[in-house]
């Protein structure tokens, strides 16, 4: 016997009914008992998937009204103090307002969820933070689907990875300190399951695949030891990398049984191949979209099972919160792009396959012959296809000149060939690129999808957009001009879109966090440039004015990290090609005079990999890839960069590598404490730190701009600093966005002249 279970589901709903349902809530138009019941029935159909296939048990805690670790939060009693909330008593409106925030309070802090684009909330540890266990999220889950009658297996984040992934607040301390209060809360929660009749609870702890200090390793001995008292069957689950090198620590805990990710490094499991209780093997992807090759990981779980025997489990690599839910709903997809359909699993397919593979292991792979074939026989088929191969695109990248990532001269010659013609003024004021987008710019963008305007219609709106953007920025005197993007609807989407090698899909969202859903797009083929995408737009808006117009794409990394990546080739691979196309663009564009060009890549610090060891590479081939889509243009063409959401203190190095002539970046909220950083490395270029934060409609006074820029100006020469906000200004109306950058401008001016007297 081979126990199939799953690590989580996603929550949303196949078609986003929670989101909808909880934002209809905020609204006030739904009642809480109509949100409870969309919730009931998202669950309910996700347990019925797991039982239709076949699933030992069904997962229960896994679906969160915000986000998981939040749920968490409540249910240790770790909520914020200053929030004043009991968290034995929390309401439903309380929990929303943690996530949220309330006229009082911030809410609390979100930050990506290991390297996938989920967000979770925070904890906030005090040096006298109180927990108190709450089990209610988890019991009413548990109850919901015993009542269904369903065998039910609880999952929560294990107490190190809860501890790890929380922020210390107030007083000086360290969190781990606080692992002695947390285990009892712990240790009751899994009482009350085990109250519950629950045999098995999944902890979550995937913190063990980053770089853990030495106090946090000895403390998994410490904390699974006490909670060994809790004779409830526990298997620990780690997730998004290898835990090889912990081996001998993952064997010498109490645990009943241990989750491994096969698909991120399937060589870990030799690893662990004498490994003495249950061992669950994570073999489908649940990060990504592909349809796998299940004779192929059948052969290795036949495998697998002569040494294992009943205490093989399998399962996807990790929650399959990160996957779309059902692919079978993409008729569309599945009518235009048939040999792609053919090659995609969602998240039910996923459980399908893994339906498969549990009745090949258990009867006999002749059971499930056909699927087995099909299964091959699409990957086959994927291999082999003309839609993904370019033979001119692999040849490209094989014969790339020596130098073809690298400037034609040095920065030190370039700025001067640039300023040259560009003229500008020291504390050169611009903008981050999109203007606000209103409700007639998404409205003529979605009358044109519907095919109810015209290409020049639609064309005819969106010029005049730019014309008023343009005309905007030249009473503003903005030096560097920008045309706003309004024909974008998203920065990836709209590449993506133009691009050769990618595919969109209706429903394929993913929570991001809480209600927010993201639809990346897939990029299943060699990427190539068929066309110029942004040159008509830019050069339309050229002729408009006199001064440098900005020309506006989205990075390779950004593009790359935003997307569902193939994966038969290496993501750097992908990457370069998308430089290259990019590159195409850049040449394009400086053809058509705009010698001013912004290579967009916020998601460049996210793509770092979860253990530093890792770090060095992929620097490595996302700054060649930035350079290979930057360089081949004059000295005089000016490639800026744009970067935000994150801190960058710590690839600095590696963002000088760009070597961008101006690169500007998010640094308002932090008081430019990032500055210091750049200073400190000397940083080479030009540099344009975010003067005020754009994410909220609050005008900032000149003397909070004039602190800034002075605080800029002691560590960055005046001629290389450059004035801009934070980042784009699409999600603010028009008027605090003239009035802001009215403020930016004045502000400057007034330095300016300071510093010429
Ligand atoms: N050019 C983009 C914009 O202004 C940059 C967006 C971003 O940094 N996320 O909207
Ligand atoms: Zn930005």
Same mark, same amino acid.
């Given at each position: 016997?081979?126990?199939?279970?799953?690590?989580?589901?996603?929550?949303?709903?196949?078609?986003?009914?929670?989101?909808?349902?909880?934002?209809?809530?905020?609204?006030?138009?739904?009642?809480?008992?109509?949100?409870?019941?969309?919730?009931?029935?998202?669950?309910?159909?996700?347990?019925?998937?797991?039982?239709?296939?076949?699933?030992?048990?069904?997962?229960?805690?896994?679906?969160?009204?915000?986000?998981?670790?939040?749920?968490?939060?409540?249910?240790?009693?770790?909520?914020?103090?200053?929030?004043?909330?009991?968290?034995?008593?929390?309401?439903?409106?309380?929990?929303?307002?943690?996530?949220?925030?309330?006229?009082?309070?911030?809410?609390?802090?979100?930050?990506?969820?290991?390297?996938?684009?989920?967000?979770?909330?925070?904890?906030?540890?005090?040096?006298?933070?109180?927990?108190?266990?709450?089990?209610?999220?988890?019991?009413?889950?548990?109850?919901?689907?015993?009542?269904?009658?369903?065998?039910?297996?609880?999952?929560?984040?294990?107490?190190?990875?809860?501890?790890?992934?929380?922020?210390?607040?107030?007083?000086?301390?360290?969190?781990?300190?606080?692992?002695?209060?947390?285990?009892?809360?712990?240790?009751?929660?899994?009482?009350?399951?085990?109250?519950?009749?629950?045999?098995?609870?999944?902890?979550?702890?995937?913190?063990?695949?980053?770089?853990?200090?030495?106090?946090?390793?000895?403390?998994?001995?410490?904390?699974?030891?006490?909670?060994?008292?809790?004779?409830?069957?526990?298997?620990?689950?780690?997730?998004?990398?290898?835990?090889?090198?912990?081996?001998?620590?993952?064997?010498?805990?109490?645990?009943?049984?241990?989750?491994?990710?096969?698909?991120?490094?399937?060589?870990?499991?030799?690893?662990?191949?004498?490994?003495?209780?249950?061992?669950? $093997?994570?073999?489908?992807?649940?990060?990504?979209?592909?349809?796998?090759?299940?004779?192929?990981?059948?052969?290795?779980?036949?495998?697998?099972?002569?040494?294992?025997?009943?205490?093989?489990?399998?399962?996807?690599?990790?929650?399959?919160?990160?996957?779309?839910?059902?692919?079978?709903?993409?008729?569309?997809?599945?009518?235009?792009?048939?040999?792609?359909?053919?090659? $995609?699993?969602?998240?039910?397919?996923?459980?399908?396959?893994?339906?498969?593979?549990?009745?090949?292991?258990?009867?006999?792979?002749?059971?499930?012959?056909?699927?087995?074939?099909?299964?091959?026989?699409?990957?086959?088929?994927?291999?082999?296809?003309?839609?993904?191969?370019?033979?001119?695109?692999?040849?490209?990248?094989?014969?790339?000149?020596?130098?073809?990532?690298?400037?034609?001269?040095?920065y030190q010659q370039r700025i001067k060939a640039q300023q040259a013609w560009l003229q500008l003024p020291n504390l050169p004021t611009t903008t981050i690129g999109s203007f606000p987008q209103t409700l007639n710019i998404r409205q003529a963008r979605a009358k044109f999808k519907k095919g109810e305007i015209s290409v020049s219609e639609y064309e005819a709106a969106m010029k005049k957009e730019i014309a008023l953007v343009v005309k905007a920025q030249e009473e503003l005197d903005l030096d560097v001009l920008v045309h706003g993007e309004?024909?974008?609807?998203?920065?990836?989407?709209?590449?993506?879109?133009?691009?050769?090698?990618?595919?969109?899909?209706?429903?394929?969202?993913?929570?991001?966090?809480?209600?927010?859903?993201?639809?990346?797009?897939?990029?299943?083929?060699?990427?190539?440039?068929?066309?110029?995408?942004?040159?008509?737009?830019?050069?339309?808006?050229?002729?408009?004015?006199?001064?440098?117009?900005?020309?506006?794409?989205?990075?390779?990394?950004?593009?790359?990290?935003?997307?569902?990546?193939?994966?038969?080739?290496?993501?750097?691979?992908?990457?370069?090609?998308?430089?290259?196309?990019?590159?195409?663009?850049?040449?394009?564009?400086?053809?058509?005079?705009?010698?001013?060009?912004?290579?967009?890549?916020?998601?460049?610090?996210?793509?770092?990999?979860?253990?530093?060891?890792?770090?060095?590479?992929?620097?490595?081939?996302?700054?060649?890839?930035?350079?290979?889509?930057?360089?081949?243009?004059?000295?005089?063409?000016?490639?800026?960069?744009?970067?935000?959401?994150?801190?960058?203190?710590?690839?600095?190095?590696?963002?000088?590598?760009?070597?961008?002539?101006?690169?500007?970046?998010?640094?308002?909220?932090?008081?430019?404490?990032?500055?210091?950083?750049?200073?400190?490395?000397?940083?080479?270029?030009?540099?344009?730190?975010?003067?005020?934060?754009?994410?909220?409609?609050?005008?900032?006074?000149?003397?909070?701009?004039?602190?800034?820029?002075?605080?800029?100006?002691?560590?960055?020469?005046?001629?290389?600093?450059?004035?801009?906000?934070?980042?784009?200004?699409?999600?603010?109306?028009?008027?605090?966005?003239?009035?802001?950058?009215?403020?930016?401008?004045?502000?400057?001016?007034?330095?300016?002249?300071?510093?010429?007297?």
């Open positions: 016997m081979t126990t199939l279970h799953f690590l989580g589901f996603p929550r949303v709903g196949a078609k986003r009914e929670l989101k909808f349902a909880q934002e209809r809530y905020w609204r006030k138009e739904l009642s809480e008992q109509d949100l409870r019941y969309v919730a009931k029935s998202i669950r309910e159909k996700n347990w019925y998937h797991q039982a239709q296939a076949n699933a030992n048990f069904v997962t229960v805690g896994d679906f969160s009204f915000y986000d998981h670790m939040l749920d968490l939060q409540v249910a240790t009693g770790a909520i914020p103090g200053r929030f004043g909330f009991d968290s034995q008593q929390l309401s439903l409106d309380q929990y929303f307002q943690l996530a949220r925030g309330n006229q009082q309070q911030f809410a609390i802090e979100m930050t990506k969820w290991f390297d996938t684009n989920y967000h979770y909330l925070v904890p906030e540890f005090y040096a006298d933070t109180q927990f108190k266990a709450n089990p209610n999220h988890y019991l009413e889950q548990i109850h919901e689907a015993q009542q269904l009658g369903y065998q039910v297996k609880p999952t929560l984040v294990g107490p190190i990875t809860f501890l790890w992934l929380g922020k210390e607040k107030g007083a000086t301390f360290n969190r781990l300190d606080l692992l002695n209060k947390l285990l009892p809360v712990y240790e009751s929660l899994l009482n009350a399951f085990l109250q519950a009749g629950v045999q098995w609870v999944q902890l979550d702890e995937p913190a063990l695949t980053q770089d853990l200090p030495a106090e946090w390793l000895q403390a998994y001995k410490t904390a699974y030891a006490q909670l060994s008292a809790v004779k409830i069957n526990k298997i620990f689950a780690t997730y998004f990398g290898s835990v090889a090198e912990h081996a001998p620590l993952l064997k010498s805990l109490p645990v009943e049984g241990l989750h491994i990710d096969l698909v991120r490094d399937h060589k870990q499991f030799s690893a662990f191949a004498d490994y003495p209780k249950i061992l669950s $093997l994570g073999v489908i992807d649940g990060r990504n979209i592909w349809r796998t090759n299940l004779p192929h990981i059948l052969d290795h779980l036949q495998d697998a099972k002569a040494l294992l025997g009943e205490r093989l489990w399998i399962s996807s690599s990790c929650s399959l919160l990160h996957c779309p839910y059902d692919l079978s709903i993409e008729t569309q997809l599945q009518e235009k792009q048939p040999e792609l359909y053919q090659w $995609l699993a969602f998240g039910l397919q996923k459980v399908q396959e893994l339906s498969i593979l549990k009745k090949a292991l258990v009867e006999s792979p002749s059971r499930v012959q056909t699927e087995l074939n099909e299964s091959q026989c699409a990957a086959e088929a994927r291999t082999h296809s003309q839609l993904i191969h370019r033979c001119e695109v692999a040849e490209r990248l094989a014969n790339l000149p020596e130098n073809a990532d690298q400037r034609k001269s040095p309004p024909e974008r609807n998203d920065m990836v989407e709209y590449f993506g879109e133009l691009l050769e090698g990618f595919a969109f899909t209706k429903f394929g969202w993913v929570q991001s966090y809480g209600s927010r859903c993201i639809k990346p797009p897939i990029i299943y083929g060699d990427v190539q440039r068929s066309q110029p995408m942004t040159v008509a737009w830019s050069q339309y808006a050229q002729s408009l004015t006199n001064r440098p117009m900005k020309g506006m794409l989205t990075g390779p990394v950004t593009i790359l990290q935003w997307s569902f990546v193939r994966n038969d080739i290496s993501r750097a691979t992908v990457c370069k090609q998308i430089a290259l196309a990019l590159n195409d663009e850049v040449l394009d564009l400086e053809k058509a005079g705009i010698k001013v060009i912004q290579i967009d890549e916020p998601a460049i610090r996210e793509g770092l990999p979860l253990k530093r060891a890792d770090w060095r590479q992929y620097l490595q081939w996302a700054g060649e890839a930035f350079r290979l889509a930057s360089s081949g243009c004059e000295d005089s063409t000016q490639i800026h960069t744009h970067m935000c959401y994150s801190e960058f203190n710590d690839i600095l190095p590696a963002i000088a590598a760009l070597d961008a002539d101006v690169i500007t970046i998010e640094t308002s909220r932090s008081d430019m404490e990032l500055l210091n950083a750049f200073a400190d490395f000397h940083y080479p270029n030009d540099i344009g730190p975010g003067v005020y934060d754009i994410h909220s409609p609050r005008i900032p006074t000149a003397d909070e701009i004039e602190h800034l820029l002075r605080k800029a100006l002691k560590v960055i020469p005046a001629e290389r600093l450059w004035v801009n906000p934070d980042c784009g200004l699409k999600t603010r109306g028009w008027s605090e966005t003239i009035e802001a950058l009215k403020v930016m401008v004045k502000v400057t001016k007034q330095l300016r002249q300071e510093l010429t007297n």
